[in-house]
């Protein structure tokens, strides 16, 4: 079965300072997609930045670069120059595919509460 | 351009009720997916919709049910309520065949 495991419950950073958030997956489809997603608390989820299996290129998004090592089976978000409004909850996610022409869900990890200090 | 919009924003129910959750998916987009948040918790899979038929379901109870409109509109509704089902009700539309999920700002439920 398809899984997203996120190690970190917390984290600090200094603002202005880098910061790593850390997450592995298990599938062994070969064909698969993995996302990073901020979440507030206003609960809303923001779409960060997205990874596919055959990407021979690391994903970034402005601040944001996925560090995807695809035989260590990791997908680490690096968040350079952290700001203030970056405080939040960070959700990895990967999604399965079903059928063709769908969609397909998406599986979480449980998620990384990550706090940036002045 | 209007994101997802999902109502209530909060609701108060007692255990043993049923309540129905809305979601308007974001223009464009026809497939939705509804997840359930449990406190400090990642969001789990419930169900999706597509073409007005249910394609995909979580490991949930049929207590948990949803409808898809022809305008792409989605419910969820949930019976016989039980306090374990508190929790915020996340609603994701996207286009067939992309991963361009979007996501509303939810349905926090409180079941008394």
């Known amino acids: 079965a398809q899984k997203i495991t996120q190690t970190q419950p917390g984290m600090f950073v200094q603002e202005k300072e880098a910061v790593t958030l850390d997450c592995t997956y298990d599938?062994?489809?070969?064909?698969?997609?993995l996302f990073w997603y901020k979440q507030p608390s206003s609960g809303e989820m923001i779409f960060l930045i997205y990874?596919?299996?055959?990407?021979?290129q690391n994903a970034t998004e402005g601040r944001y670069s996925l560090n995807f090592q695809k035989a260590r089976k990791s997908a680490n978000l690096v968040i350079s120059a952290s700001q203030l409004g970056d405080s939040a909850m960070y959700f990895c996610a990967m999604r399965e595919l079903h059928g063709s022409g769908n969609t397909g869900k998406l599986i979480f990890g449980q998620g990384t509460t990550l706090q940036v200090k002045p | 351009d209007a994101g997802v919009t999902q109502s209530p924003t909060h609701l108060i129910k007692t255990r043993g009720q049923q309540v129905t959750l809305r979601c308007s998916p974001k223009s464009g987009h026809d497939t939705v997916s509804w997840y359930q948040q449990a406190l400090g918790q990642g969001p789990q899979f419930i169900f999706q919709?597509?073409?007005?038929?249910?394609?995909q379901r979580g490991n949930f109870p049929d207590r948990f049910s949803g409808h898809q409109f022809p305008n792409y509109s989605s419910e969820l509704n949930v019976n016989a309520l039980l306090l374990g089902d508190s929790a915020l009700y996340l609603c994701?539309?996207?286009?067939?065949?992309?991963?361009?999920?979007?996501f509303g700002s939810g349905t926090r439920l409180t079941v008394v």
């Open positions: 599938t062994s489809d070969p064909s698969y997609g």
């Open positions: 994701a539309s996207s286009p067939a065949q992309n991963y361009g999920y979007t």
């Open positions: 919709y597509y073409e007005e038929e249910e394609r």
């Open positions: 990874q596919g299996s055959y990407d021979q």
